[in-house]
Nanobody, 122 residues
Framework: VQLQASGGGLVQAGGSLRLSCAAS????????MGWFRQAPGKERDFVAA????????FYADSVKGRFTISRDNAKNTVYLQMNSLKPEDTAVYYC????????????????WGQGTQVTVSS
């Protein structure tokens, strides 16, 4: 599976961005997907995940109520709608394919995109 993340950029606090992650290769619709982020000098953290059908979603407490993960299996794409952005949301955002284990942990994801930078100014 190859993943291509896009949609990052510079936005003011309170603004919105929508990230996209386009997948190619193996059957995209068979897998759960996740978004992680990594701020400078910090570890990569879980942000959100969605099951293969899109019926179940999971969020980190820090983004709950502000971010929404969704997917379009016909387009082999997963999205992350980010609203009410805060400076602490600044990070490189990665999408990934979960093949086993808990959605919370990086080790559960076998395929990763290249990341897209999100910068939120105060």
């Amino acid at each position: 599976v190859q993943l291509q993340a896009s949609g990052g950029g510079l936005v003011q606090a309170g603004g919105s961005l929508r990230l996209s992650c386009a997948a190619s290769g193996r059957t995209f619709s068979s897998y759960s997907m996740g978004w992680f982020r990594q701020a400078p000098g910090k570890e990569r953290d879980f942000v959100a995940a969605i099951n293969w059908r899109g019926y179940s979603t999971f969020y980190a407490d820090s983004v709950k109520g502000r971010f929404t993960i969704s997917r379009d299996n016909a387009k082999n794409t997963v999205y992350l709608q980010m609203n009410s952005l805060k400076p602490e949301d600044t990070a490189v955002y990665y999408c990934a394919v979960r093949t086993s284990g808990s959605y919370l942990y990086q080790e559960s994801y076998d395929y990763w995109g290249q990341g897209t930078q999100v910068t939120v100014s105060s």
